[in-house]
Nanobody
Framework: QVQLVESGGGLVQAGESLKLSCAASGSGFSINVMGWYRQAPGKQRDLVATITSGGSANYAGSVKGRFTISRDNAKNTVYLQMDNLKPEDTAVYYC?????????????WGQGTQVTVSS
């Protein structure tokens, strides 16, 4: 079984930065896409950014130019550098991985990490 473990969330003021990390652990898996989604209270879970194993990145329009996603394939780890944070970025951030394991291809999720941006 593959586990995704996030770290790096917290409370910051508007304009400050945070960096999230997510490491996949387990055995016998191969990851294609990794990324981040977020869910604010009372809202649906939305895409923040994704990155392929080849390094191609995709961003939501609301974070483009402020957030940077990166990945270390050797460590099965994905990062999200968040700069110039805004109060509307407040949400629980979930790590995502589309991977192949013994059960075949499927989506896997982390437990979530809270990011709170005060004005």
């Amino acid at each position: 079984q593959v586990q995704l473990v996030e770290s790096g969330g917290g409370l910051v003021q508007a304009g400050e930065s945070l960096k999230l990390s997510c490491a996949a652990s387990g055995s016998g898996f191969s990851i294609n896409v990794m990324g981040w989604y977020r869910q604010a209270p009372g809202k649906q879970r939305d895409l923040v950014a994704t990155i392929t194993s080849g390094g191609s990145a995709n961003y939501a329009g609301s974070v483009k130019g402020r957030f940077t996603i990166s990945r270390d394939n050797a460590k099965n780890t994905v990062y999200l550098q968040m700069d110039n944070l805004k109060p509307e970025d407040t949400a629980v951030y979930y790590c995502y991985a589309y991977l192949r394991s013994q059960g075949g291809w499927g989506a896997n999720w982390g437990q979530g990490t809270q990011v709170t941006v005060s004005s």
